[in-house]
């Protein structure tokens, strides 16, 4: 199996910590319109399905 240049990924223990923050967190440095569009890119990606078709 050929060996990849990409190193592995560790996770510390504050690395898996759960962060929890809400939509107010992220508008404010965000500014709207950046905001809006970000939303508009999380509906997209829910909206995706995978499957057989």
Do not use: C, H, I, W
């Not at 910590?17 to 440095?29: G, I, Q």
Request: glycine share 10%.
């Amino acid at each position: 199996m050929p060996q990849s240049n990409v190193p592995a990924l560790r996770l510390t223990d504050r690395a898996s910590r759960k962060t929890e923050f809400d939509e107010n967190d992220l508008r404010a440095p965000a500014g709207p319109r950046s905001f809006e569009r970000g939303q508009g890119y999380v509906d997209a990606v829910t909206a995706t399905e995978v499957g057989d078709g």
